[in-house]
């Protein structure tokens, strides 16, 4: 799943796997996508296009 920093724009594909892993173990707000920090300038990735495990999309 791609997923782009609000910070500095770079694209990163985190593998669904995971995606779904985090999703899953997040019991918080399901408006909110899983969210990673960017390693290159630590703002907030957000995923481009992926339908949360609880049936949630999110698309930026």
């Known amino acids: 799943i791609e997923y782009v920093c609000l910070g500095c724009k770079i694209v990163e594909k985190v593998p669904k796997e995971v ?3 985090f999703d ?4 918080g707000d399901t408006s ?6 960017c390693e290159s300038c630590g ?3 957000y995923p481009k296009d ?3 495990v609880h049936g ?3 698309k930026i």
Do not use: K, L, T
Not at 24 to 27: G, H, I, L, N, T
């Open 19 to 21: 995606v779904e892993y």
């Open 24 to 27: 899953m173990m997040d019991d």
């Open 32 to 37: 909110i996508p899983p969210r990673f920090s």
């Open 43 to 45: 703002a907030e990735m």
């Open 50 to 52: 992926y339908i949360g």
């Open 56 to 58: 949630e999309h999110y």
